[in-house]
């Protein structure tokens, strides 16, 4: 089966931004074993888009459409494809009740042209929006057949996961079953030099994704039965493991917050922070997972000397004598949180993220992060800067990871 | 002038990279005035590449090819591109003489393949290659222009900026130039209505982008000079304004925390914050600014009421009359932050984030966000669920979003 992309939004031809969904559609695409021949990018422009899309019928067997699906006169591919493959419109109760009760919720009055995204291809497959208004759809004739599918990647990559995948399975003949390994604290050239010809391997295969400090080991298998390919997979893992295994973190997990917070509920323990680079994003983590405040109730962000002795109790004299950015103070920071939270553990963070504030001792980029537990306290020191412009948030990214890995270390470490 | 992009690899189709010479190279042809119509991606493949290349030629007056310049059989472009424009490729010495010189400062010997990228097309230009081996080119016949470049990022985009866009210029006769207005209050589809004919206008136009919680309008003007452009924008900002002015809380700028801590920077101002179910994300929103230390001290995440009165100092009846959730914790909040914090504004947020938690009377997506300035205090009630599973980070985004908007609204009327 031949496939194509095509990406509609003048944006996109302005250079405002990245067609990320290409990448993310090519690798499911090709997951599926669906060959995928195309991308093509348009405007929100009606000519140029029917020319598109009537091309694409004609050459692929499956086409698959981003954007255009919102209720504006600017959204033109539900209505263009649909013509160009002569199927009608029509109005989707179901999803004009499920349009109009968004806008109850949310307490607002739903504007008249929101109903425009209820109109759906005659005979076709919906895909619900679970988190905006375009719903996504599929429509099937002359066996031909396209997927359309909203443009904000919030919205398409859930939709993709939950629903277009399993409509496409339709079109392959095996299984196909992947698990993914998260890898912290080695880059991806150097997972890539320990997998070394394990990448080769035709199935599974092992493929390597870098992801915002961290880098994720997809294990893909295509077999008859979900058994045979949870074999393959499960054997495929142990290799994995055996070179990199201390460096993994959990499998099919999302994020170092998601397995913290898990591994501190179930084993009844807490956390607290005391933050000051990284300026909160340590507790926006943690509390980003559902139920975190069973094991998170106290953070603090001291951005100031003055609020790390006064208010979170760090001595003034180690302030003097070390620098806000030392051992010591990420220590009594450590500390200072695991009392004031009444927590088990304690996370002091303190660094210069740049880009003012370094110096040639203390340069941008270098981060203590303490860790307090039972009656010990230790920190680590990081050098976080790559010195490349604009990398603040980079910094602040990779030190909120490192202070997250560290709490679980010591967390299997005390449990072990 | 009308042109399309065309990427050549199967990498691409695969999902293995991201395409983002696409995102730059579309910015730099619209700076320049060109009408970029198409973006193609095709496979290193000689039959669908003279496909995507005959049609190109057919409907477009520039062709900008990226990839497949390299020394192996797969590199196709060169080839495949003279061939539909009928000009020959002839042996160009300069070339060979700077790819022999390439590989003995590099201590290797050349493989003979590499000559290969000493062929050039007959009358055409060449882009030399600062950091590889594969020349860049640009080719003119029967009215078409092909412009011919490397792949890899670091060669290509110097290429483009010293060498590329000095050549393209003798193309454009007319500047363009853009200015965004940020919108947070109203959905997409409500400016929409409100702009209504405004976003029909040919020149300048009006498009809108929904973001995250947010709607960004971008006016765009096309003139001969920057002068005129610049008012023919300013014309339209006006017209804009008009209408949803009241929403609109910055041009050029990236984000409300950005606008927030430059304008407490600039007017010497303070602000403290005491975080519920946000868990520290306005914290980490503030902090991702640079210099945001001037502005900012102390945050405190509060994520249970032992911490919300033992530590941030709310009074333990009122968290026991009202509830944790209510419009008088915020505003406790708000202000014991504010003191705590020692500073001109306290923000103080509380709600329910989900999934847990909710009650009939106190449903998931209801929260409270105070505000204390001077000896004043009031705060605000929100209804964040849209009804829509996995919204937890959505209602705490959209919470941080309304508590900075807040905090902004109330530094200038302040101010007024």
Known sequence: ??????????????????????????????????????????????????????????????????GGLGPTKDDLTKETVCEQMGVPLVRDEQT???????????????????????????????????????????????????????????????????????????????????????????????????????????????????????????????????????????????????????????????????????????????????ESCTGGMVAEKITSIPGSSQCFSYGIVSYANRVKAEELGVDPTTLKTYGAVSHQVAEQMASCAKQRGQADIGIGITGIAGPDGGTAEKPVGLVYVGVAFHNQVRSIELHLSRGLPDERQDIRQRTAMHALSLALNVLNQELI
């Open 1 to 66: 089966m031949n496939a194509e992309l095509i990406a509609v939004g003048t944006e996109i031809l302005l250079g405002d931004i990245l067609n990320t969904h290409a990448k993310f559609l090519s690798n499911e695409l090709a997951e599926l074993g669906i060959n995928l021949l195309y991308h093509t990018t348009v405007g929100d422009n009606k000519q140029r888009l029917q020319g598109i899309v009537a091309q694409a019928l004609q050459r692929s067997d499956l086409i698959v459409v981003t």
């Open 96 to 274: 004009v009740h499920r349009i109009k009760d968004y806008f109850q919720r949310l307490g607002k009055e739903m504007p008249e042209n929101n109903l425009k995204q209820a109109l759906l291809p005659e005979g076709g497959t919906v895909f619900q929006n679970q988190h905006g208004t375009a719903p996504g759809m599929a429509v099937q004739k002359n066996g031909k057949t396209a997927i359309l599918l909203p443009g904000p990647p919030h919205e398409l990559v859930p939709m993709f996961q939950e629903q277009v995948r399993p409509y496409l399975m339709q079109f392959t003949d095996s299984v196909i079953l992947s698990h993914s390994l998260r890898i912290f604290g080695l880059g991806e050239s150097r997972v890539d030099e320990l997998l070394d010809e394990l990448l080769d391997n035709q199935n599974p295969t092992v493929a390597l994704y870098a992801k915002r400090g961290e880098v994720l080991a997809r294990i893909t298998a295509k077999a008859e039965t979900k058994e045979k390919c949870e074999e393959m997979v499960s054997h495929m893992v142990e290799q994995v493991k055996q070179r990199v295994g201390e460096y993994v973190y959990g499998m099919d997990v999302s994020s170092l917050e998601e397995v913290l917070v898990k591994q501190l509920i179930q084993h009844n323990k807490s956390i607290a922070l005391a």
